[in-house]
Nanobody
Framework: EVRLVESGGGLVQAGGSLRLSCAAS????????MKWFRQTPGREREAVAS????????YYADYAKGRFTISRDSTENTVYLQMNSLRPEDTAMYLC??????????????????????WGQGTQVTVSS
């Protein structure tokens, strides 16, 4: 039903940039939410940014505002995460997710992980100081 493949991670120096990609195969005709999360060992998974496919609304975690940009190529159904001014604390496994719930764009859900999400395998981002 949903298949997600992330790419674009790697090692970058502090202050540098990376663009992550998530190629999505989604067999639904309705709108849904595409999200980026990140996780480090011993910490809970945290949201980075989300996008609602119906109207293209974008949502960001506070730490991502001004540095990260989520976008989508609807023809390829690929979601991107452009990350600029990277910091060592941005080091994490970055995961792409799809939320098919009708209310996925509600404020209490748009930046929250859930067991109902479909997840990719993740791509590692390492920022050196």
């Amino acid at each position: 039903e949903v298949r997600l493949v992330e790419s674009g991670g790697g090692l970058v120096q502090a202050g540098g940039s990376l663009r992550l990609s998530c190629a999505a195969s989604v067999t639904t005709y309705g709108p849904y939410c595409m999200k980026w999360f990140r996780q480090t060992p011993g910490r809970e998974r945290e949201a980075v940014a989300s996008l609602y496919t119906r109207a293209g609304q974008k949502y960001y975690a506070d730490y991502a505002k001004g540095r990260f940009t989520i976008s989508r190529d609807s023809t390829e159904n690929t979601v991107y995460l452009q990350m600029n001014s990277l910091r060592p604390e941005d080091t994490a496994m970055y995961l792409c997710a799809v939320d098919l719930r009708d209310f996925c764009w509600y404020p209490q859900y748009i930046l929250t992980p859930h067991d109902n999400h479909y997840w990719g395998q993740g791509t590692q981002v390492t920022v050196s100081s």
